[in-house]
């Protein structure tokens, strides 16, 4: 397996670089991973490929307004995006500057926010927010959306709603789990309405999602690291569904990625933590049996993810049918359906 093996060539106008109208007026492309099958939808359709029993599993991480702009006190320009929040006053970013800056250099953010830097932490650097506000009002007051580099825009009062699931509620992400953004109220109260259970995980996505795979060998790839929460209420939930026969569906790679964390020991299991979980063709999957997800971008571990779980050679035909359909890509794009690929297939 190389890291080429996932890359395909993408027009640039298929990348979304805006929402649909509505959140539910995306299309859907339906993957069968068993057979290969591929069915054209719309996101509206999605009730009629579930049955009452099932279970859906979305991330309920907020994106924060990561992305600070300021200067250096020596008076030199800098860009700040945090990536993980510590504790009230202090929190991992990455710092873009002509030079980086040392232990001890003062950062004026937004010209109202001061920031001195601490240390690093690998590629971080480890930032103490000054004064009595907690980094998160901080952030919310000054600080901007970190819309993905793909989207040529600023990020302006639409997209602090689009780029938020209906559901977003424990702040801590840098980029939205994209899946969950077709989802509107209306189409949660219809998929209740027909016995469809829902449970919550939360993974606060890093800047690190959009990263490619730099090496042929993907073996070589250091995963990084994100913080997720498992609650007792959603491992009941997932038990009580398989009781009844229905299917776990992870509603995107994050919710995923969670799901199949809390499962590393055999059984799915509550706890918090960090996951440097990185699944890749031949993984066999412990919880999850459906996937929604949007489209992903080339050379990435979401590709690989997908694949695993899909089939490598079913994911690259459905995304040379995509592109052939003129589907939209990536975050505010159109999203898939992913019935499992059996590992005996």
Do not use: C
Request: aromatic fraction near 8%; hydrophobic fraction near 40%; glycine fraction near 8%.
């Amino acid at each position: 397996m190389l890291t080429s093996d996932f890359d395909f060539d993408l027009p640039e106008a298929l990348i979304a670089q805006f929402p649909a109208a509505e959140r539910t007026a995306s299309r859907l492309l339906r993957l069968d991973g068993n057979s290969g099958a591929l069915q054209d939808a719309q996101f509206s359709d999605l009730p009629r490929f579930l049955s009452p029993g099932d279970l859906l599993v979305f991330n309920d991480t907020r994106v924060i307004k990561a992305r600070l702009l300021g200067q250096k006190d020596s008076g030199g320009r800098v860009e700040v995006l945090v990536e993980r929040v510590l504790d009230a006053h202090r929190a991992l970013a990455h710092v873009r500057a002509s030079k980086s800056p040392k232990p001890g250099t003062r950062l004026r953010l937004a010209e109202a926010v001061e920031v001195e830097v601490l240390g690093r932490q690998e590629d971080l650097f480890l930032l103490q927010f000054l004064g009595d506000a907690p980094v998160f009002d901080l952030l919310e007051r000054y600080g901007s959306l970190p819309l993905p580099p793909y989207i040529a825009h600023s990020p302006d009062s639409a997209d602090d709603e689009r780029y938020q699931t209906v559901y977003a509620r424990q702040p801590g992400a840098v980029a939205a789990p994209t899946a969950g953004l077709h989802f509107d109220q209306a189409m949660l109260e219809r998929l209740a309405a027909m016995g469809i259970r829902t449970a919550f995980v939360t993974l606060h996505v890093g800047a690190g999602t959009f990263q490619p795979i730099r090496v042929e060998d993907p073996k070589e790839h250091v995963m990084h690291s994100e913080w997720f929460d498992m609650p007792q209420s959603t491992v009941d939930a997932i038990r009580d569904a398989r009781a009844r026969g229905g299917k776990i569906t992870a509603v995107g790679t994050t919710a995923m990625r969670a799901l199949e964390s809390a499962a590393r020991s055999g059984d799915i299991v509550a706890g918090s933590g960090d996951t440097d979980i990185f699944i890749t063709p031949g993984y066999r999957f412990r919880v999850v049996e459906r996937l929604l997800t949007n489209f992903h971008l080339p050379r990435t571990t979401l590709i690989m993810l997908v694949s695993a779980f899909g089939g490598t050679e079913h994911i690259r035909k459905a995304y040379q049918h995509a592109i052939a359909q003129r589907y939209r890509f990536f975050s505010y794009g159109d999203a898939m359906l992913i019935e499992r690929q059996d590992s005996s297939t």
